[in-house]
Nanobody, 126 residues
């Protein structure tokens, strides 16, 4: 099991930027596929972005494509989410998630991820 701690959330005006970090402990992340999900009040948790353990292939939800960038630094055991051109509809609690790389990986399926952080609040004002 890997422990995940998100940080970097906060209040920002529309058009601004934030960089979220997800620091892992307990296991090295180098063999884990990683994802970012978000949950707005009254809504289901939804996929935002994911990065594979090998070749760092990246995947994005259509709603954030071109604005958000996911990356990883295995040496620091940390995954990042750079969020630019933020919109009020990006307001949510953002969660980092991990799944060990075995079998088929459906990167946008939250049920596949077995380790989650506690979340960090992102609020975008208009």
């Amino acid at each position: 099991q890997v422990q995940l701690v998100e940080s970097g959330g906060g209040l920002v005006q529309a058009g601004g930027s934030l960089r979220l970090s997800c620091a892992a402990s307990g296991r090295t992340l180098s063999r884990y596929n990683m994802g970012w999900f978000r949950q707005a009040p009254g809504k289901e948790r939804e996929f935002v972005a994911a990065i594979s353990w090998s070749y760092s292939n990246t995947y994005y939800a259509d709603s954030v494509k071109g604005r958000f960038t996911i990356s990883r630094d295995n040496a620091k055991n940390t995954v990042y989410l750079q969020m630019n051109s933020l919109k009020p509809e990006d307001t949510a609690v953002y969660y980092c998630a991990a799944v060990y790389s075995s079998g088929t990986w459906y990167y946008n399926n939250r049920n596949q991820y077995h380790d989650w952080g506690q979340g960090t609040q992102v609020t975008v004002s208009s």
